[in-house]
C-alpha cells in the first residue's frame, strides 16, 4: 500500500523535466526556511533563475497550491504551533506572520482552521489539560 501512494506522490514530477521537478522543490524547501521573509514569484524568479510560468506551472503540479497559497499555508501552519506551544499573544503572531492587522490573519486562520486563533488555542489549552 505504501509503494502505490509513494507513486502517486511522484506521478506529477513525469509531466515535469527531472531537472525542473528538483528546482520546484528546492523553491518549497527554501520558502520553508525563510518562511516569514516576503517573497514576490519574481524575487523567486531571479534567485532560482526560473521563469515565472515554469515556477507556477511547476509548483501547482508538484506541491498542489499556489506559490502564494503555499506561503500563506506555511504561515497559518507555524501560527497554529504557536498558538499551541507558547503563550504569545495573537497579535504577536499575526505581525511574526506577516499581517499588519490581526483581523486580517483572525480571518485567513478561520478560513484555514476552522476557527479564530483564540479558540483555537482555548481548544488545545483544554485537551492538554484533560490529558493530566
Known amino acids: 500500500m505504501a509503494s502505490n501512494s509513494t507513486i502517486i506522490a511522484f506521478k506529477p514530477i513525469l509531466n515535469m523535466k527531472r ?14 526556511e525563510h518562511i516569514y521573509a516576503q517573497h514576490t514569484v519574481q524575487d523567486i524568479c531571479r534567485r532560482f533563475t526560473i521563469n515565472r510560468e515554469k515556477l507556477q506551472n511547476g ?6 497550491s499556489t506559490f502564494h497559497a503555499y506561503i500563506i499555508q506555511q504561515r497559518m ?6 498558538l499551541m506551544e507558547s503563550d504569545d499573544s495573537i497579535k504577536a503572531i499575526a505581525l511574526d506572520s506577516g499581517y ?24 488545545h489549552q483544554q485537551r492538554e489539560e484533560s490529558k493530566l
Not at 528538483?22 to 518549497?28: A, G, S, V, W, Y
Not at 509548483?59 to 498542489?64: I, K, P, R, Y
Not at 483581523?103 to 482555548?122: D, I, L, V
Request: charged share 35%; net charge positive; aromatic share 12%.
Open 77 to 82: 501552519k507555524k501560527a497554529a504551533e504557536r
Open 19 to 32: 531537472k525542473d521537478a528538483q528546482l520546484i522543490l528546492e523553491i518549497r524547501d527554501y520558502l520553508d
Open 100 to 123: 499588519k492587522k490581526q483581523r486580517s490573519f483572525n480571518k485567513t486562520f478561520k478560513t484555514t482552521f476552522g476557527q479564530t486563533p483564540a479558540a483555537y488555542r482555548k481548544l
Open 59 to 64: 509548483f501547482h503540479e508538484l506541491v498542489q
